[in-house]
């Protein structure tokens, strides 16, 4: 580090202009690296007085969260050493330098942290392999080049998706292959000047402890990004992955459709999809068409661009990323309108309800729909019965509706509820599989989904279906995350089997609360962003576990749940993870959680109306419309309520 720069960062870090872990993190950045670009950017920033734009680069490591790691590649602020020779209108030439981004540095370092923990672990007789894929955001490709770079030369073999594939492509091509580990370069739905890396263990699900933990302290014990590559005859090779495994996973799509002369029944069915520029468009309609819907795609947006240069946000659960898709069903007279994220790994539907106006429908609606006709089509062919049902299971999140666990009761199926994260539900996945038997377990991948369906409902748990509120399902086992590719499938049949009936999903669903009862769901999420907010949003996750409401919107709180520090178990007696989540019930039937999210700079409330008591009988069409009303006007207000004690409690 030059001298002056020194200087400055010594008086900044004096005058409190620079956090004390900014300054070690600087430190040690650029004395680990003799890349260029970094002290040119750091430099630039101090001879700026951009402590705060520093503060928000340095402040932290990342580190493994619900979805891996995740950070800015591109800084708010751009310095004219990582713009390069971009125009002020395109993407920089080199990514955002800091230990809280997403850049080369920590691409390296979790990759390495990665191959050491796999090669200390690892007992076949040949060399571990990794598969890597990323979608279609900023700097995707040059990070996966220098992810399989740094395998190889650690020697690693590689199996590589030179161009973007979807997040659950990858977890099906872990298993597929029998590969050691993968890692998609993903930032799923999060704004365009973020990426993020994430990490799969050889099951196909994302890492979760003791692997976790181990990669973590490998990444931890890295001085920096240098390392002495292997000897080349020690050296790992990269095998390309191109149509031989978009058919593997195709094939393996299709056993999502339950009754495909439903499906033929309905060819009147109009689907518009969109993949938001992201990586949906390579499989999902092709799928679709396959399976015999009609399915049309929005051409602007059929362009993979990591600017999502159409939308505000390539989010599918925001009425706005679809917008296009439903100005194009309204001119089509399509049914539906279905749109998944950069890396489809998320699943957003609008419908018509039954005035024909185009609904969009939540995350908790979706996959209760789902979970009811995937529950009713295996009851109706018997392949659930009364001789087996206790083996079959939904799998949710905490935060994730009720609902589903009142319509899995009305199947006599079980419900266990999971963390937030989708690797969570992949353990479940991993655990009733390792109950299979031995001799079974070998072969256990090349098997159909009709032959491991049929053992799990004898020697385990069948997984009937899975999701969590935040617009992401699974509806079988062959890979274990969550993919949009497979809920498009999934709904598609959902909308074909309502259209049968002569109603809509959205009249499908008023029957499901008119069984059930009324629940209404939603979320607030603070946005709290750098070094600053991330300190807020730690505080403020504590002050529900130091000083937890004893009431709120005129309602006594009945329990306080606190996954930080107390031990809960799940419904099948395995203990749940330490995370910071209150869970706060209330006497009258309503509840919400607070939990920081894992991937964004927020803290995330989840509100609830659950009816207090269900139903007796199935209520009237009036019945339902005032219960409708009531519970918007009761979640509201709680809303309402809760968003004000948040206020309060950040002063």
């Not at 191959?115 to 979608?135: H, M, T």
């Not at 949710?396 to 539900?425: M, P």
């Not at 178990?569 to 749940?576: L, N, S, V």
Request: proline share 5%; with cysteine; glycine share 8%.
């Amino acid at each position: 580090m030059n001298p002056e720069l020194s200087a400055q960062l010594d008086a900044a870090l004096a005058s409190k202009g620079l956090l004390q872990s900014s300054f070690d993190n600087i430190h040690e950045l650029l004395g680990s690296s003799d890349n260029p670009v970094y002290e040119a950017a750091v430099s630039e920033l101090a001879n700026d007085g951009q402590w705060a734009e520093l503060n928000n680069r340095f402040f932290k490591k990342l580190a493994f969260g619900t979805g891996g790691l995740r950070g800015r590649s591109i800084g708010e602020i751009v310095t004219s050493a990582e713009r390069g020779s971009a125009g002020l209108d395109e993407r920089p030439e080199h990514p955002c330098v800091g230990t809280a981004n997403l850049n080369f540095y920590n691409v390296t370092k979790a990759t390495l942290g990665l191959v050491n923990q796999l090669k200390k672990s690892y007992n076949g007789e040949d060399r571990p392999s990794i598969a890597i894929a990323r979608d279609t955001r900023f700097f995707g490709k040059e990070f996966i080049n220098c992810a399989a770079k740094v395998a190889n030369e650690n020697g690693v073999d590689i199996y590589l998706f030179p161009v973007p594939r979807s997040t659950p492509h990858l977890s099906f091509a872990v298993r597929h292959l029998g590969t050691a580990a993968g890692i998609v370069l993903t930032a799923s739905h999060n704004p365009p000047h973020d990426n993020g890396f994430k990490a799969y263990g050889r099951d196909g699900a994302q890492l979760v402890d003791p692997d976790a933990s181990e990669v973590i302290a490998e990444v931890n014990a890295l001085s920096g990004e240098n390392y002495e590559p292997l000897p080349a005859d020690q050296q790992g090779t990269t095998t390309e992955l191109g149509a031989d495994m978009d058919e593997a996973y195709m094939a393996r799509l299709k056993s999502l459709l339950l009754n495909p002369e439903l499906v033929k029944s309905q060819s009147d069915l109009k689907i518009v999809f969109t993949n938001i520029h992201g990586t949906g468009g390579t499989i999902a309609p092709h799928m679709l068409r396959r399976l015999g819907f009609h399915c049309d795609t929005v051409p602007a947006q059929d362009v993979e661009d990591g600017a999502f240069p159409t939308v505000k946000s390539p989010n599918p659960e925001n009425a706005e990323a679809l917008q296009m898709g439903i100005d194009q069903a309204e001119a089509s007279q399509a049914d539906i309108v279905i749109g998944t994220d950069p890396d489809s790994d998320r699943m957003g539907v609008v419908v018509r309800n039954g005035a024909g106006e185009m609904t969009l429908l939540t995350g908790n609606q979706i996959g209760s729909l789902m979970a009811f006709y995937r529950l009713k089509a295996f009851t109706d062919q018997g392949i659930i019965n009364e001789g087996n049902r206790d083996h079959a299971t939904l799998v949710k999140t905490f935060v994730t509706t009720e609902l589903q666990q009142a319509i899995a009761d009305s199947f006599d199926v079980g419900v266990v509820n999971t963390l937030t994260g989708f690797k969570y539900i992949g353990g479940k996945l991993r655990k009733y599989e390792n109950q299979l038997p031995l001799n079974v377990r070998a072969d256990y991948r090349n098997l159909s989904d009709k032959e491991t369906m049929a053992l799990r409902l004898k020697h385990s748990k069948f997984f009937v279906f899975g999701g969590e509120e935040s617009y992401g399902y699974l509806g079988a086992d062959f890979l274990r995350d969550k993919d949009g590719n497979g809920a498009v499938v999934m709904f598609a049949e959902v909308a074909a089997y309502t259209k049968s009936l002569g109603i809509t999903s959205v009249e499908l669903l008023d029957r499901l609360y008119a069984q059930h009862g009324v629940y209404l769901e939603g979320q607030h999420a603070e946005t709290l962003s750098g070094a600053d907010g991330a300190t807020q949003i730690q505080s403020l996750a504590q002050s529900y576990i130091d000083d937890p409401p004893s009431e709120i919107d005129g309602a006594s709180v009945d329990c306080v749940r606190d996954f930080a520090n107390n031990n809960y178990a799940d419904e099948e007696g395995d203990a749940i993870p330490k995370e910071k989540m209150v869970f706060v019930d209330l006497a009258d039937g309503r509840a919400f959680a607070v939990r920081p999210s894992g991937t964004e700079p927020k803290i995330k409330y989840y509100i609830y109306f659950r009816p207090s008591i269900p139903p007796s009988s199935p209520l009237s069409a009036d019945e339902l419309a005032a219960a409708k009303l009531s519970a918007k006007e009761s979640f509201d207000s709680l809303k309402e309520a809760i968003v004000a004690d948040m206020r309060s409690r950040l002063g």
